[in-house]
T-cell receptor
Framework: EAQVTQNPRYLITVTGKKLTVTCSQN?????MSWYRQDPGLGLRQIYY???????DKGDVPEGYKVSRKEKRNFPLILESPSPNQTSLYFC???FGTGGVYEQYFGPGTRLTVT | GENVEQHPSTLSVQEGDSAVIKCTYS??????FPWYKQELGKGPQLIID?????GEKKDQRIAVTLNKTAKHFSLHITETQPEDSAVYFC??????????FGKGTRLSVIA
């Protein structure tokens, strides 16, 4: 089954404790992206990757890191999480460069930072 | 860069009525306009999309219209049903750049 998987689905952590949210897709997509969703603010892009070893900042990259060492994986790293990073996070992937193709979203990761 | 405005932010309709959600975009070069539906507890899922060489596209009870001159596009849902209740996002895109999403519309269909 074609899908984007994220882990963990739920995470409660404390300020400053480094964490990684994994994202994997099995569709051989070039493009992958991370979004955060907050009430009233919609989907805001954090980082995206057009291909392996190519990553770019989105609209809200501060406090986040990503890497794209393999085509299928695109982990999101919070080196020192803060309460304002409490949010619902989605990973997505698509063919090509992402702007003109269907994006497939993962099921989301709800993160709470206390 | 591209900016997408979406209205309304919330919409309630009676079952069987029609629902219309409108979006405007700023970059006249954008040529891809998808609509996503997000059900509770799930990630957004594409329901319909339109490209700039087409003015209207239908798929059963949903349709999207595009006015490139005015830079706006709309989602129309006819004969709404309770399972249409969800958050809907519009987006605008251009090859080589990321999709830009609107802030979403929460649609409630009242039985």
């Amino acid at each position: 089954e074609a899908q984007v998987t994220q882990n963990p689905r739920y995470l409660i952590t404390v300020t400053g404790k480094k964490l990684t949210v994994t994202c994997s897709q099995n569709m051989n997509h070039e493009y992958m992206s991370w979004y955060r969703q907050d009430p009233g603010l919609g989907l805001r892009q954090i980082y995206y990757s057009m291909n392996v070893e190519v990553t770019d900042k989105g609209d809200v990259p501060e406090g986040y890191k990503v890497s794209r060492k393999e085509k299928r994986n695109f982990p999101l790293i919070l080196e020192s999480p803060s309460p304002n990073q409490t949010s619902l996070y989605f990973c997505a992937s698509s063919f090509g460069t992402g702007g003109v193709y269907e994006q497939y979203f993962g099921p989301g990761t709800r993160l709470t930072v206390t | 860069g591209e900016n997408v405005e979406q209205h309304p932010s919330t919409l309630s309709v009676q079952e069987g009525d029609s629902a219309v959600i409108k979006c405007t975009y700023s970059d006249s070069a954008s040529n891809y306009f998808p609509w996503y539906k997000q059900e509770l507890g799930k990630g957004p899922q594409l329901i319909i999309d339109i490209r700039s060489n087409v003015g209207e596209k239908k798929d059963q009870r949903i349709a999207v219209t595009l006015n490139k001159t005015a830079k706006h596009f709309s989602l129309h849902i006819t004969e709404t049903q309770p399972e249409d209740s969800a958050v809907y996002f519009c987006a605008a895109g251009l090859g080589g750049t990321p999709l830009v999403f609107g802030k979403g519309t929460r649609l409630s269909v009242i039985a």
